[in-house]
């Protein structure tokens, strides 16, 4: 009977969290539901039944740990909440993810105590890797994924006697040119692999430092690996043309590597584990001496009762955010002071053609308004403009950096520095400044981002006035400027850059007069 009661109140609880979770977390879940369709992280369904096979494995040990409610809980509780304002008033899914996480940790510790929590501390580890990376990093670490791949695999490619150059992520073979898109990055590969080998040394009896030496070096493992596929790729393309690039062969090569990558990380665990055995302190086929057999001892079960302090207080926190997050609203749609399509097409000695992007683009950005237009000086030499407006930056829908997407088709960043120009000799104005090439050509990129009165060149800093603007003035409305100029072969980087200051110069008191302040 006293079991039974014991169940209830433990599916009780884990009801009205659940319950109050989900309320509270539903576009979080709706968020990671719709990223883990994307193929680079579906190896994430399989995380539920590792963490299930885990739990009931132990299930006599973590039923044999005295329940001691914790009010350590409350720190990570608390952080979780905090995370949550954050991410939910800034618009940054990542934020929102990690306070899950660190909710669903205070909660147990506070219900059940900290013993258990080291108990289950790789189940939460676990649970950290269901987490997709946010996009601007996704997309950053995507780029150079793709830029060592390629270059790897033209180093493969030249040691087996090809004619193979490399420009950014576009392989020239002569006969045809092979272009490194973000499906063949290697993030495919490198996101189940880093799992894998968490579990892997997880249910390997060898030190600390050599399970963390075998994870990390599943990274440089995977981009090795998926250059040799590159680089096969690029070997049987020679022997059986383009066939070789798509269909069976592009997937028979892509499952090949990884089973080679995955027999390499056995190897790795086998040869610590057997031949290098300096420190294997755990590898011991004994008990330790003052360790005691939970198995074969009974534990007291202890009645808890279903309403406690910890319980009702998380309760109570849980509902009023709940109260809050669904009654008021925190950020209001500010609009352009004038719309875009007034944007002036004269302007001192520049002369302006007004482009538009097709309809899909707009929608994938999700922005309020734009305007993209080239500018031409009396000499001829041109500059990108471009500027994108957001009347309310929310979870999914706000500004992108363009760090990651300034160009592609074979364009390399080298160089990205944030830098203060002098606007009319009176002023300095902070700014992103990359410099992009592709062969002979070369481009020079500013950017910035204008938030209610303050020039950005942050996304840290974007996020962070976000949620203190939604917070205080009920605002996250935004801008992204962008201009883009080529470095001419007859003029240097800094003619290009004055080209630049002086054009900002001339722009920036008119776009002022459209964006609220």
Not at 68 to 92: D, M, N, V
Not at 203 to 228: C, D, M, R, Y
Not at 349 to 370: A, F, H, P, V
Request: glycine residues 6%.
């Amino acid at each position: 009977m006293e079991d039974k009661v014991r169940n209830m109140t433990f599916i009780g609880k884990i009801s009205a969290y659940l319950l109050l979770i989900v309320s509270l977390y539903y576009s979080t879940f709706q968020y990671l539901w719709g990223m883990w369709q994307v193929k680079d992280y579906s190896h994430i369904y399989l995380i539920p039944f590792v963490i299930g096979y885990i739990l009931w494995e132990k299930r006599k040990e973590f039923e044999s740990i005295p329940v001691k409610r914790s009010w350590q809980g409350i720190i990570p509780f608390f952080f979780g909440i905090l995370l949550f304002w954050i991410g939910e008033l800034g618009g940054e899914y990542l934020s929102l993810n990690l306070s899950l996480w660190f909710l669903i940790l205070g909660l147990q510790m506070l219900n059940t105590g900290t013993q258990l929590s080291k108990k289950l501390m790789f189940v939460y580890i676990l649970l950290l890797t269901m987490i997709p990376l946010p996009r601007f990093l996704y997309n950053h670490v995507s780029l150079n994924l793709k830029l060592a791949s390629s270059k790897l695999g033209v180093l493969f490619m030249q040691l087996m006697g090809m004619s193979a150059h490399c420009e950014g992520n576009i392989i020239d073979l002569g006969f045809s040119k092979l272009q490194v898109v973000d499906a063949c990055s290697g993030l495919r590969y490198l996101f189940p692999m880093i799992v894998l080998s968490i579990i892997v040394v997880y249910f390997t009896k060898i030190t600390f430092w050599k399970k963390a030496l075998v994870v990390v070096s599943s990274i440089p493992l995977t981009i090795l690996t998926n250059s040799l596929r590159i680089a096969l790729t690029g070997i049987l393309a020679s022997k059986f043309g383009l066939i070789a690039i798509e269909g069976f062969f592009h997937d028979f090569e892509g499952w090949l590597i990884f089973m080679f990558t995955l027999s390499a990380l056995l190897f790795e665990v086998w040869l610590f584990n057997k031949v290098i055995t300096f420190g294997n302190h755990d590898n011991m086929e004994h008990e330790e001496p003052n360790r005691i057999n939970i198995d074969s001892v009974s534990m007291p079960k202890k009645r808890i009762p279903v309403f406690h302090n910890q319980f009702a207080l998380s309760l109570i926190i849980l509902l009023v955010n709940i109260i809050f997050i669904h009654s008021f609203e925190f950020r209001e749609k500010k609009p352009l002071v004038q719309s875009f399509s007034l944007f002036p097409m004269t302007m001192g000695i520049w002369e302006g053609k007004n482009q538009t992007m097709e309809q899909r683009i707009i929608e994938t950005l999700d922005l309020s308004d734009y305007v993209m237009s080239d500018y031409k000086d009396p000499s001829g030499k041109a500059i990108n403009f471009y500027v994108a407006y957001y009347e309310s930056q929310r979870k999914g829908e706000s500004i992108h950096s363009p760090a990651t997407c300034l160009r592609g088709g074979g364009w390399e960043f080298k160089q990205s520095i944030r830098k203060e120009i002098m606007i009319d000799g009176k002023k300095t104005m902070p700014v992103n400044q990359a410099i992009i090439e592709k062969g002979s050509l070369k481009e020079i990129a500013y950017y910035w981002f204008p938030s209610r009165g303050r020039n950005l060149t942050n996304v840290y800093q974007m996020k962070f006035f976000n949620f203190w603007d939604a917070l205080t003035r009920h605002r996250t409305d935004g801008a992204l400027v962008r201009l883009i100029t080529q470095i001419y072969p007859d003029e240097t980087l800094e003619s290009a850059e004055k080209r630049m200051t002086d054009f900002i110069s001339d722009i920036e008191p008119v776009l002022k007069t459209y964006l609220p302040q």
